[in-house]
């Protein structure tokens, strides 16, 4: 049976990952900040924002790993450092801390957004954070290239895929471990709410005359699932959107 771990366990999208997991005879390691409230094999309280705290967490985890589901995340309506903190930084300090307990043929499944998507307009930033080596010298180099409140969501959620995909390739080539993200869009979760004060009425009544509806979370919890599984197993390095085709309709 596979060990999985999956961060942002107690809620949402995280929980549904666990409890299809957990259908599939998966041994689940959950970490979140929140206490969950289903039964997991093991359950680690972390804050993901806090370096030192992940580091005193690594004792704790198993020493062989077939899924890391990367789900934690705070919206933009948080302050901008902490959403750096929790939605990449410590995202990737948990990872890369990691990657040698890795088995082969595992997978790494990083949650971004559908707001992600214009990484493209801010690619040689996203590129010199991703090449800062630790948690600290990530907050530095956000000292110096100061990200806006406003937008802060979006700008760590593109950073994420931007590392993702040019960090999947050297891992599978080096360890056998693949990594991709899945880009929701607007999801029934508690952070739906966030949203809207996060990006104003009006936008967010604009993707609604453009959706169907909101996912639920047992939808992107499928596709993080076959991320995991083997049958992905020559999938590595995109990011897959799960918005019911909201990001295809801004083109
Ligand atoms: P949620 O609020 O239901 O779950 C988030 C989980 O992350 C919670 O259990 C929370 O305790 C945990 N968490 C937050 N900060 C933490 C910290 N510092 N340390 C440890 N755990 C922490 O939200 P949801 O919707 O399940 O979000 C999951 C992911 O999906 C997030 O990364 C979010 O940005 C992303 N997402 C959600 C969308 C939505 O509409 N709900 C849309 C696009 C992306």
Known sequence: N??????????????????LARFH?????GIDRNQPSMTLDDFIQVDLGNPTAIDAALAA?????????????????????LVGRVNYLGLRHLTEALI???????????????????WPQRLEKHKALADTS??????????????????????FKEALIVWSTQ????????????????APGPVFTPILGDFVSMLGEERVQKDAERM???????????VIAFL???????????????????ASTYL
Request: aromatic share 8%; proline share 5%; hydrophobic share 40%.
């Open 100 to 118: 040698p307990r890795f088995n082969k043929n595992a997978s790494i499944v990083n949650v971004a957004s559908v707001l992600g998507i214009e």
């Open 2 to 19: 596979k060990t999985l771990l999956i961060t942002g366990v107690s809620s949402g999208i995280g929980a549904d990952v666990a409890r």
């Open 167 to 182: 960090q999947a390739f050297t891992w599978f080539r080096d360890h056998g471990v693949r990594m991709n993200c899945v």
């Open 25 to 29: 005879g998966a041994r689940v390691i």
């Open 134 to 155: 630790y948690f600290e010298e990530g907050v530095a180099w956000l000292k110096k290239n100061p990200v806006p409140q406003e937008t802060c969501y979006q700008y």
């Open 228 to 246: 995991c599984s083997d049958a992905s197993r020559w999938v590595c390095g995109v990011n897959i959107p799960v918005d019911g085709g909201l």
């Open 212 to 222: 169907l509806r909101p996912a639920y979370s047992d939808e992107v919890a499928e």
């Open 61 to 81: 985890l198993p020493e062989k790993i077939d899924a890391l589901c990367n789900i934690a995340g705070v919206p933009g309506t948080a302050d901008v450092e």
